[in-house]
């Protein structure tokens, strides 16, 4: 496997790289959706929402989880997801500083 070279790059780079890499598949998307949707919820009312298994939707619920973009509450024997709201503010703040870019372009390019 070929080397990253992440340390050649800024903290914020990379963090941005992890997190659009998180949200880079259709079934994080949508259990993400689904977040906004009901605001929280446990794994097995995604289960009953997406067509895939269980051991699936929380291997992605951990990929979200790493990435900061959602966290997890234990209620007893399972846990409680919803958004985080730290990894969305980067993202935020990335598509922000991208809006300022087009609204200044004024359809001028290369």
Do not use: W
């Not at 800024?10 to 659009?20: M, R, Y």
Request: charged content about 20%.
């Amino acid at each position: 496997m070929g080397v990253t070279k992440s340390e050649n790059f800024t903290v914020e780079q990379n963090e941005l790289a992890i997190l659009a890499k998180a949200i880079g598949h259709p079934a994080r998307i949508a259990i993400i959706q689904y977040l906004i949707k009901v605001k929280s919820c446990v794994c097995g009312d995604i289960v009953n929402k997406l067509p895939l298994s269980q051991p699936t939707i929380s291997q992605h619920l951990k990929e979200l989880k790493n990435a900061g973009l959602i966290k997890g509450t234990v209620e007893g024997n399972t846990i409680c997801y919803c958004l985080d709201e730290a990894g969305f503010s980067k993202i935020k703040a990335f598509t922000e500083h991208l809006n300022l870019y087009f609204e200044n372009q004024n359809n001028q390019c290369c």
